[in-house]
Every structure is written in structure tokens, then in C-alpha cells.
């Protein structure tokens, strides 16, 4: 692979494809899981009986096969081969013909070009092997929170502590900057939640917002956390704002932030120093 980059990178392509297709799972099904836990965890301190509904639990991330939401009937192995099933089948399930979301193919693609974009730029290696295992965390948070706008704490705070363990062996940046970085990502949008709250009385973002700021201070340092902020803010004024328009909708619908901070995260682990190079000799040419 050293030898023949594009080996590398195909390779990484596929198993990206693959790693996509158990991210809709996770996507799908993890946020289910946790309602059906809070909800039995409310009833049983609450002293409430157990219903018959409640008493079913949702379907689990790996034991499970996978079935069509509209007919129930359990699928293939070869109705769940990533984005060839999809388009083989034309969108649509073998055994009722219902439209497959196109969710599936999405988050599919997404994964094998992220995962292929990591394996070009960093070569085969530790970096490129961690780049993979970021990108999924931050595709998976990205749909839950497109989805159902949570992010949830089961993959925030694993993302968080896997930055600040890389940071002891110096896979991107040293310890002390991704300790400092995870501390004022949190902090600052914590900073702007209250002041926004207390100005306003509303509440302008989710805590898990800043869990996530901090789990990607922690993996791109303290100098990471400003240029994650003022991308992600400049994309979601740009995608939200043309993203209300066209569904005309008013400026008081609540957009998830995750997936902005997201895409800026990940664009500052790949291309930060450059990011930050770029930006220091247009200030000095200024």
C-alpha cells in the first residue's frame, strides 16, 4: 500500500462503504434504544406499571437482522450489500416495493469518500487508522442529530476520551493542547448557552453541542477550537438559512448544529495547519 497509494485508498473506499451500512444501524437504531431506557428508567422511578409496549425493547445494534419498516420482513445478506442492493433494487423493497430511504445510499457514499479522503492524505498509518474511527463518530452524531436533534452521550463522550488518550501518544496533537482544547470547546459554547439563555429566556443550542466541541478540541488541540467554530458557524448560517427558505419556514425552527460542527472538525484534523498557515500570511499581507 506504501508502494501503491491507490490500493490504499480504494481499499479504504470499500471498507468505508461497509462501515457506512452499520452506521445507518447505529443511526436507526441507537436513539430508539435509548428513548425505550429513559422512558423504563422514568417508569420505574416514578413507580409507574409496565405496559405491554413499553415492555418491548428495540431492535439492538449487532444482534438483529435487519427488516423493511413497512412490511417487517427480514432482509438478505445480499439486499444489505452497500449501495449495490440500493441501486439493484431501484430504491425499493424486494418484498413490498416500499421506497428505501435514501438515507442508506447517503450515509453509504459518505463514509467510502471520508474514509478514502483520510487514507490519501495521511497515508497508511496510525493517523489514517484514527481518521477512519473519527469520521464514523462524526457521520453516526450527524445523522442521529439531523434526525432526532440529539447528540448522544454514548458517542460524545467515547469520542472525547479517545482524543485525549491519542493526545499521550501524540497521534495529532500533544497533550497538553488537546486537554486545553477539549476545556475551552466546552466551555465556550457553554459560555454562549447561558448568555443566550439569559438574555433570552430560550435555549439557543443542546448540551450535547458542547460535548462535542470538546471531544474535537480534544483530538485537534486548542488551536483547532476557533476555526471549528467560525466554520461551522459560517456553514450553518449559509446551509440554514437556504435550507428555511426553501422550505419556508420561519427563523425560530431549531436546526441541529452537530453536523456543522461536524464537517468543521473533521476539515480541521485533515487541512487545520494549512487552514491556519493560509489564514496567518493573508492577515500579514494585509
Not at 500500500?1 to 491507490?6: E, K, V
Amino acid at each position: 500500500m506504501l508502494q501503491q497509494p491507490a490500493i490504499a485508498v480504494g481499499c479504504a473506499f470499500l471498507f468505508g462503504l461497509l462501515i457506512g451500512s452499520f452506521l445507518n444501524v447505529v443511526i436507526l437504531r441507537l436513539p430508539a434504544r435509548l428513548e425505550w431506557q429513559w422512558r423504563s428508567e422514568s417508569r420505574e422511578l416514578l413507580e409507574l406499571p409496565e405496559t405491554d409496549d413499553a415492555a418491548a425493547m428495540p431492535a439492538g445494534l449487532v444482534v438483529e437482522r435487519s427488516c423493511c419498516p413497512q412490511c417487517g420482513h427480514q432482509l438478505a445478506a445480499w439486499d444489505n450489500i452497500p449501495l449495490i442492493s440500493f441501486l439493484v433494487l431501484r430504491g425499493r423493497c424486494r418484498y413490498c416495493r416500499a421506497p428505501i430511504s435514501w438515507q442508506y445510499p447517503a450515509v453509504e457514499l459518505l463514509t467510502g469518500i471520508a474514509f478514502a479522503v483520510c487514507a490519501w492524505h495521511f497515508g497508511p498509518g496510525l493517523q489514517a487508522l484514527m481518521a477512519l474511527v473519527f469520521s464514523a463518530f462524526l457521520i453516526a452524531l450527524s445523522g442521529i442529530d439531523l434526525r432526532t436533534t440529539l447528540l448522544p452521550d454514548q458517542l460524545t463522550y467515547p469520542l472525547l476520551w479517545l482524543g485525549l488518550l491519542l493526545s499521550t501518544v501524540t497521534v495529532f496533537v500533544d497533550p497538553v493542547p488537546a486537554l486545553i482544547g477539549a476545556a475551552v470547546g466546552y466551555l465556550s459554547l457553554w459560555s454562549v448557552y447561558w448568555g443566550f439563555k439569559l438574555l433570552t429566556g430560550k435555549e439557543g443550542m443542546g448540551h450535547g453541542d458542547f460535548k462535542l466541541l470538546a471531544a474535537l478540541g480534544a483530538w485537534c488541540g486548542i488551536k483547532g477550537v476557533l476555526p471549528i467554530v467560525l466554520i461551522s458557524a459560517l456553514l450553518g448560517a449559509i446551509i440554514g438559512s437556504a435550507w428555511l427558505l426553501l422550505r419556508g419556514r420561519g427563523r425560530a425552527t431549531p436546526i441541529p448544529f452537530g453536523p456543522f460542527l461536524a464537517l468543521a472538525g473533521w476539515v480541521q484534523l485533515l487541512w487545520g495547519s494549512w487552514l491556519i498557515d493560509a489564514y496567518l500570511r493573508f492577515a500579514h499581507m494585509a
